[in-house]
């Protein structure tokens, strides 16, 4: 090869490289111009999502927008301990009763119930009732858990909004099944608690918020499933508002001579509300706007 081939040479790796930088100069250009954050697909043709709006499913355009949700990662040490007794829950407190769903029956056998209960009360973790947790509130019986779940009828690409964090148990056991979870306690110490708690288990699709409930989480609705976790004397009405045509939301409420009953609503497509009674529970009560 003379001098002059190895300059020609030289001169068209050059001009390649060139093009090259050029390619991903313009690309990393289009990607900051479009606005999508990290995490945020967009199917080709979508417009970029409005970061202040809910983070809707399908866009204005009329485009499906798909959302890479981290799942739970169950890398924590927890995740591998007391599974024989989760089984043993599983077999004879849920799946002898009349919840089938392979999806939350799966949830949970999987998640660490013991990892979410005061340090005093976890040998009974597994057992067939309500525990205390801190601030006086309680974790709802692993039955009563999984049959809210199952009356939610979760989809892997369901949104979940929660009333009434509490230890975070049952947004863990929604999040191994759905999407994302959204979820509000009123008591700041036990939302600071489970976020941590939540967090440091790997459930990354869940977030938490101290706050009233009653409200629920408009920014980040509208919801395909609403639970409530606290006995409420009405039905909260942005709650309503908050669920999807087609969603389905389960809440504990207050009923004569002092009963609670769960009570299943669903929202047909025309955006009309059924309501029916399903079981009677004891739950704490609802605090807050509901009360007033
Ligand atoms: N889901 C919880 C159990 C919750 S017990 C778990 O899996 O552990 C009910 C919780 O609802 C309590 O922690 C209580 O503080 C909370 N709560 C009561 N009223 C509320 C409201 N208006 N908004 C949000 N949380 C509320």
């Given at each position: 090869m003379d001098k002059k081939e190895r300059v020609e040479k030289r001169r068209r790796i050059a001009a390649f490289f060139g093009a090259l930088a050029g390619i991903v100069l313009l690309c990393g250009i289009l990607i900051l111009k479009s606005g999508t954050k990290p995490g945020i697909i967009l199917a080709s043709g979508d417009k970029k999502a409005d970061s202040n709006q809910a983070p809707a499913d399908v866009n204005q355009q009329g485009v499906k927008e798909y959302k890479k949700v981290p799942r739970p990662?169950?890398?924590?040490p927890a995740f591998k301990e007391r599974v024989d007794e989760r089984k043993k829950m599983v077999a004879t407190q849920i799946r002898a009763r009349d919840v089938k769903d392979p999806n939350v029956l799966k949830a949970m056998l999987i998640v660490?119930?013991?990892?979410?209960?005061?340090k005093s009360q976890r040998r009974y973790a597994y057992s067939d009732y309500p525990l205390p947790i801190e601030h006086g509130q309680t974790i709802s019986q692993p039955y009563i858990v999984a049959f809210m779940t199952d009356a939610l009828?979760?989809?892997?690409d369901s949104k979940v909004f929660e009333i009434g964090?509490?230890?975070g148990y049952q947004a863990a056991v929604c999040a191994e099944i759905a999407r994302e979870v959204y979820t509000i306690e009123i008591v700041e110490g036990l939302a600071k608690t489970a976020k941590e708690r939540l967090k440091k288990l790997g459930y990354k699709n869940v977030f938490v918020k101290a706050g009233?409930?009653?409200?629920?989480?408009p920014d980040k609705g509208p919801f395909d499933a609403i639970i409530g976790t606290a006995a409420a004397k009405?039905?909260?009405?942005p709650l309503l508002e908050q669920l999807k045509p087609g969603g389905r939301m389960i809440i504990p409420t207050d009923s004569a001579w002092g009963f609670q009953y769960l009570v299943l609503i669903t929202k047909d497509k025309d955006g009309k509300i059924h309501k029916s009674k399903v079981m009677p529970v004891r739950f704490v009560p609802m605090t807050g706007e509901v009360q007033k």
């Amino acid at each position: 090869m003379d001098k002059k081939e190895r300059v020609e040479k030289r001169r068209r790796i050059a001009a390649f490289f060139g093009a090259l930088a050029g390619i991903v100069l313009l690309c990393g250009i289009l990607i900051l111009k479009s606005g999508t954050k990290p995490g945020i697909i967009l199917a080709s043709g979508d417009k970029k999502a409005d970061s202040n709006q809910a983070p809707a499913d399908v866009n204005q355009q009329g485009v499906k927008e798909y959302k890479k949700v981290p799942r739970p990662d169950h890398n924590h040490p927890a995740f591998k301990e007391r599974v024989d007794e989760r089984k043993k829950m599983v077999a004879t407190q849920i799946r002898a009763r009349d919840v089938k769903d392979p999806n939350v029956l799966k949830a949970m056998l999987i998640v660490p119930r013991h990892a979410f209960i005061p340090k005093s009360q976890r040998r009974y973790a597994y057992s067939d009732y309500p525990l205390p947790i801190e601030h006086g509130q309680t974790i709802s019986q692993p039955y009563i858990v999984a049959f809210m779940t199952d009356a939610l009828k979760l989809k892997p690409d369901s949104k979940v909004f929660e009333i009434g964090t509490g230890s975070g148990y049952q947004a863990a056991v929604c999040a191994e099944i759905a999407r994302e979870v959204y979820t509000i306690e009123i008591v700041e110490g036990l939302a600071k608690t489970a976020k941590e708690r939540l967090k440091k288990l790997g459930y990354k699709n869940v977030f938490v918020k101290a706050g009233d409930g009653f409200f629920g989480w408009p920014d980040k609705g509208p919801f395909d499933a609403i639970i409530g976790t606290a006995a409420a004397k009405r039905i909260p009405e942005p709650l309503l508002e908050q669920l999807k045509p087609g969603g389905r939301m389960i809440i504990p409420t207050d009923s004569a001579w002092g009963f609670q009953y769960l009570v299943l609503i669903t929202k047909d497509k025309d955006g009309k509300i059924h309501k029916s009674k399903v079981m009677p529970v004891r739950f704490v009560p609802m605090t807050g706007e509901v009360q007033k």
